[in-house]
């Protein structure tokens, strides 16, 4: 079991990876083969000192001291610059050399997703923003490794994933204008023929990381059809060879509430060089073309993940804080903590961040845990949306809780609470709002069947933990409200396939979380037979039985008729991490 909560000042100057044992159940239970874990172990441990530490000091002044827009030089001419504060750009050089861009280019080995998944994590924990600059700039960099042509692939890719903060580059992506960030169709950025390459004119009106040098964008080729489909996705310079801007011009920064130090622009682009994102060459031949939306689309699965890291990284820092400050504060001559209300709210707090990662990391681990490689890439195209779906409106929710854990101060910007908050509203937002991913789920189970993948995985989780364990008392009333929520969730599927359209639509949202209430529900019931198969520890068994009880199968009376202790009888073992007797658990 952790030490006191007590012992600790806050999160900062902690080793978030040392302090998280779930994090390491996650990867014991992901990366079974032993040479994955030993490299899962040596980078995840570097990067939980770097986050707890100078990382997350830093991103509290880098929010304090956002960037500016320096328009003119001293001469008069227009330079269109972005200053930040020291503490910004040292964060970017730290993780730039640490691998965080380019770890999959230098490891001389392949980088398992679930590894690339839990260092987004920790750096979640201490700063979205960052992740926001940096996770565009490896989504960038995949872009143009498949897709830019020959001329200017591998020295964009090389810079990309450069480890030397002085020869990287960054990325960014622009798709959404004035009038439409969900309705993308509606762009009306032109792309104009010029030789091999083309040239952009247009404006874009939310551009994050708009200092980075490389940006993937949405145009509509001169001619092509209306609607997304006549869209193309461009690789786009800001800078020209010489250093000039390539018709690159930054209209204003935004004044955002949250990820403030992450410069989000508003955007002209005036006959801007570029070059579309059409298949990569092999061996000097090119691929058949491919460009249109899809290549942005590809992009944008991505960051949705990375954006479902966000939420996570976010809910795990509030649930340190509020623990942390819990173990601290005295009221009536006790700590807070002893009160059951508050032991209640941690309790809830680590149950549903646990429910959270265990999705979460499952679209890293698809390809692995499906049967074939057609099944793990439907389960991922259902997963994603729906892990960004759940992460993210549960962070706003622990960062909220968490931030009345602290009282007055939580409200504080001296305190940490707040910025996690302002933060934490981005991320419904970014990369398509909750409506949107909510009919993308729709979309995936219409036109690519992807729920039969999924509940797959879910028959996959009750049949393990029906057999092999012997501890069918401690899993029973899991197993069988997780067996009861895919009965609704059948039956869901099919009603939906027969109503208007229009139902449909009403009823994504209440569809979407019911399916993640599902796969949350068996995803913690697969980690559960596996602690107790290996440990013969039941603490996960708990995490998921209270998830059930809140999620699957509600108690009768809001469970005030039957007088469940767990949040005061287990607290210690929930929220520090310490073993449960199967006994104790049934
Ligand atoms: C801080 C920040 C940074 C950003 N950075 C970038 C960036 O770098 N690059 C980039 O391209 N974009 C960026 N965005 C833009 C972001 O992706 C869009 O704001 C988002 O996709 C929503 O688009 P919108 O703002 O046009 O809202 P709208 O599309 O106008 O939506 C408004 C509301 O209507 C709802 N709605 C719209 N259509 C439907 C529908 N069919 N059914 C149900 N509800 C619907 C939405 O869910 C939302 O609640 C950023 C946004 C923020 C806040």
């Not at 949350?520 to 209270?546: I, M, N, P």
Request: aromatic fraction near 6%.
């Amino acid at each position: 079991m952790l030490s006191d909560y007590a012992c600790h000042e806050g999160a900062i100057g902690l080793d978030w990876y040392a302090l998280d044992p779930n994090l390491r159940l996650l990867l014991d239970r992901l990366l079974p083969d032993a040479a994955d874990r030993a490299f899962a172990e040596e980078h995840v441990a570097r990067f939980g000192e770097l986050c707890g530490g100078p990382i997350a000091r830093r991103a509290e002044i880098s929010d304090k001291h956002g960037p500016t827009l320096l328009r003119y030089d001293r001469w008069g001419l227009e330079i269109d610059t972005i200053e930040h504060h020291p503490t910004w750009t040292e964060n970017k050089a730290d993780l730039v050399r640490a691998g965080f861009t380019g770890l999959s280019h230098h490891a001389g080995r392949p980088v398992p997703a679930v590894v690339t998944a839990a260092l987004s994590y920790l750096v979640s924990q201490a700063e979205t923003a960052i992740y926001c600059g940096l996770g565009m700039t490896s989504g960038a960099a995949d872009i143009v490794e498949r897709y830019a042509p020959d001329a200017i692939r591998d020295d964009m890719v090389g810079r990309l994933t450069s480890l030397d903060p002085d020869e990287a580059w960054e990325g960014g992506m622009f798709l959404t204008e004035r009038q439409g960030g969900s309705d993308v169709g509606a762009n009306t950025t032109l792309a104009v023929p010029d030789g091999d390459e083309w040239r952009l004119h247009g404006e874009k009106h939310f551009c994050s990381n708009v200092d980075a040098e490389v940006f993937i964008v949405l145009a509509r080729p001169e001619g092509a059809s209306d609607g997304a489909s006549g869209l193309a996705t461009f690789i786009v310079p800001r800078l020209l060879a010489d250093g000039s801007p390539n018709g690159f011009r930054i209209l204003r920064l935004k004044p955002k509430l949250g990820t403030v130090a992450v410069p989000t622009a508003e955007v002209e682009l005036d006959g801007a060089r570029a070059w579309i994102a059409r298949g990569a060459s092999t061996a000097g031949t090119h691929d058949q073309p491919r460009s249109g939306i899809n290549t942005m689309m590809e992009m944008v699965n991505g960051s949705r993940f990375g954006v479902a890291l966000m939420g996570l990284g976010i809910h795990r820092r509030s649930f340190l804080e509020g623990a942390i400050y819990a173990a601290q504060r005295e009221q009536w001559g006790q700590r807070i903590d002893r009160y059951p209300l508050v032991r209640e709210t941690l309790v809830d707090l680590i149950v549903e961040l646990e429910a959270g990662t265990a999705l979460t990391f499952e679209c890293a681990a698809a390809s692995r845990t499906a049967e074939t490689e057609e099944e793990g890439r439907a389960l991922r195209r259902i997963l994603v949306p729906l892990a960004k779906i759940r992460a993210t409106r549960e962070a706003i929710s622990a960062a909220s809780q968490s931030l009345e854990l602290l009282g007055g101060n939580g409200y504080m910007e001296d305190w940490p609470m707040a910025r996690q908050l302002r933060d934490a509203q981005c991320h419904t937002i970014w990369e398509g709002t909750e409506n949107i991913l909510c009919i993308d789920v729709r979309r995936a189970i219409n036109n690519e069947g992807a729920h039969v993948a999924l509940l797959a995985r879910v028959e996959r989780a009750l049949a393990s933990a029906g057999t092999g364990t012997g501890i069918g008392a401690v899993l029973a009333p899991i197993v069988d409200a997780v067996a009861a929520t895919l009965g609704e969730a059948r039956e869901a599927i099919d009603h939906l396939a027969d109503v208007s359209h229009e139902l449909e639509l009403l009823h994504a949202r209440r569809f979407s979380y019911l399916l993640a209430d599902l796969v949350e529900g068996a995803l913690l019931l697969d980690e559960a037979s596996w602690q107790l198969a290996r440990d013969g520890d039941a603490r996960k068994a708990v995490v998921a039985r209270q998830f059930a009880r809140k999620h699957l199968a509600p108690p009768r009376v809001r469970g005030i008729l039957d007088d469940d202790r767990t949040a005061l009888d287990l607290f210690d073992p929930l929220v520090r991490y310490g073993p449960v007797e199967p006994k104790t658990a049934a």
